[in-house]
């Protein structure tokens, strides 16, 4: 799932290269995608490209004062062409589930791989019309996100620190990769309870949250949208690197394996060497 570096990456490439552009249409391939139905893909023909930006995961297309807005999910990208088919796109197999056309031929199609379709695109008046928007939590890369603010956050929350982190109630644009990758270079547990932390712990963490993601928004910068999957993977010292070796300490990179998705570890520098359970047992092993 692409997070806030990629998200943020890909609202750079989007207000490049739709700077002076308007919108030529907005078609349907999988009509369960869009979650709204006023205002309708019509009303976008004609409107010009104001803007882009993000809100967490969220990608918002200012179109006159209209707003495409789309969360991309687990299996969602986007596909730029610098000169899209002439042919309007239709519902079938093909992954294609929007397609958004530019007045100079060009534009990007909104794909979905695999059968559990979790895309979404609304077109709202307002950005906070989209409730995935409206309850999001603070940005972590804000100007006035401070220390104070984090810490704030924190104090008596009785929920452990790696899905407190993947909360988007609770913080906007981090997941599963990045939280692993924070929590590593915090050198914290991904089971620490967050409001059992120290003022060190949390000093750290807090430190980890901005360097990583603001470095992984560096690393992203300037890349086209199909070379950011392979970027963000290649930038990863412990996600999804399970049985390799910690690029701090050699020990190796271990995993918790969950229904639905896993967490990548390192015993040595997160756990003072203890191998964690299996999170369906909730324990340490002794």
Known sequence: MPELPEVQALVDFLAERTSGLA????????????KTFDPPPSALAGGPVDGVSRHGKFLDMDIDGIHLVFHLARAGWLRWSDELPKNVVRPGKSPVALRVRLSDGSGFDLTEAGTKKSLAAYIVRDPREVPGVARLGPDPMAVDFSLETFSGMLASRRTQVKGLLRDQDFLAGVGNAYSD??????RLSPFAIAGSLGTEEVERLYAALRENLSGAVLAASGKPAKEL????REGMRVHGRTGQVCPVCGDT????????SSLQYCATCQTGGRPLADRRMSRLLK
């Open 253 to 260: 990179v271990r995993e918790v394996s969950f229904a639905d």
């Open 229 to 232: 999957k392979d970027a963000k």
């Open 23 to 34: 919108i030529a249409a907005v078609e349907l391939a999988s009509f369960s995608v869009l």
């Open 181 to 186: 990758e924070i929590l590593h270079v915090a």
